[in-house]
C-alpha cells in the first residue's frame, strides 16, 4: 500500500543553521512522483518540487535541496542557512501513475513544523 | 498568491446542517481537487475532477459530493455535518489532464467548524 511517513513531528533550529526534513515512502508503483509543499502560518500549501522516480538527480534551488535516493525510498529536503522566514509545516507527498490509475491523487505524510528561531 | 481561489475563508455551523464550499480554479486548470486537513487524519484526497467528469475519489463520505460546473469552479457539498468534520477544506487545481505527474497549485483553504 502506498505510504508516506515523516517522522519528525517538530524541528526547532536557530537561524543559520542548517536543517533536513526526513521523508519516506512506500508504493509499489514503479512509476511515481514526489513532491514537496509549505504550509507557512497563512495556511495556504505552497508547491516546492516535484520528482519523478527515474530521476536520481539531486536538486538545489537557492537554500533548498532535495536528495532522492530509491535505494532507501527516501526523498529529503534540506534547508542551509535557515531563516525565520523558513518557518512553515512542510509536507512531503506522494502521487502514483499506475496505483492510482495515472490521477492527480496525492498521498501526504503528517508534515514536519519547522521553527526558526532568531 | 496561487491563482486559486475558494469561498467563504470561514464557516461555521451547527450539526446536522448542511454547507456548500467553492474553488475557482486556476485560468486554464482543467482539473480541480478537494483535500481535508484536519489534526487526526491530516491532510487527506477527497476527489479529483477533470473537466467536468469525476476522475478519481479517495476517503470521501457519502454526506459529502462534489462537483465541477461547465466554467470549471467546483463546489463540494457537506450535508449532515458532525462535530468530526470540522477541518480545513482545500481546492487545488492543475493544468493539462491532472495525471499522477502534474504539480497541484492550492487555494487558501475554507475553515469549517461544526459547533
Known amino acids: 500500500a502506498q505510504k508516506v511517513t515523516q517522522a519528525q513531528t517538530e524541528i526547532s533550529v536557530v537561524e543559520k543553521e542548517d536543517v533536513t526534513l526526513d521523508c519516506v515512502y512506500e508504493?509499489?508503483?514503479?512509476?511515481?512522483?514526489l513532491f514537496w509543499y509549505k504550509q507557512p502560518p497563512s495556511g495556504e500549501l505552497v508547491f516546492l518540487i516535484r520528482?519523478?522516480?527515474?530521476?536520481?538527480q539531486n536538486e538545489i534551488s537557492g537554500r533548498y535541496s532535495w536528495n532522492f535516493q530509491k535505494s532507501t525510498s527516501s526523498f529529503n529536503f534540506t534547508i542551509t542557512a535557515s531563516q525565520v522566514v523558513d518557518s512553515a509545516v512542510y509536507f512531503c507527498?506522494?502521487?502514483?501513475?499506475?496505483?492510482?490509475?495515472?490521477?492527480?491523487?496525492?498521498?501526504f505524510g503528517q508534515g514536519t513544523t519547522l521553527q526558526v528561531k532568531p | 498568491d496561487s491563482g486559486v481561489t475558494q469561498t467563504p475563508k470561514h464557516l461555521i455551523t451547527a450539526t446536522g446542517q448542511r454547507v456548500t464550499l467553492r474553488c475557482s480554479p486556476r485560468?486554464?486548470?482543467?482539473?480541480v481537487y478537494w483535500y481535508q486537513q484536519s489534526l487526526d487524519q491530516g491532510l487527506q484526497f477527497l476527489i479529483q475532477?477533470?473537466?467536468?467528469?469525476?476522475?478519481a475519489k479517495g476517503n470521501i463520505l457519502e454526506r459529502f459530493s462534489a462537483q465541477q460546473f461547465p466554467d470549471l469552479h467546483s463546489e463540494l457539498n457537506l450535508s449532515s455535518l458532525e462535530l468530526g468534520d470540522s477541518a480545513l477544506y482545500f481546492c487545488?487545481?492543475?493544468?493539462?489532464?491532472?495525471?499522477?505527474?502534474?504539480?497541484?497549485?492550492f487555494g487558501p483553504g475554507t475553515r469549517l467548524t461544526v459547533t
Open positions: 487545488a487545481s492543475s493544468p493539462s489532464g491532472g495525471s499522477a505527474r502534474d504539480e497541484q497549485y
Open positions: 508504493t509499489r508503483d514503479t512509476t511515481y512522483y
Open positions: 520528482r519523478n522516480s527515474f530521476d536520481e
Open positions: 507527498a506522494l502521487s502514483e501513475a499506475h496505483g492510482s490509475g495515472n490521477t492527480g491523487k496525492l498521498i
Open positions: 485560468s486554464g486548470d482543467l482539473s
Open positions: 475532477y477533470y473537466n467536468g467528469e469525476e476522475r
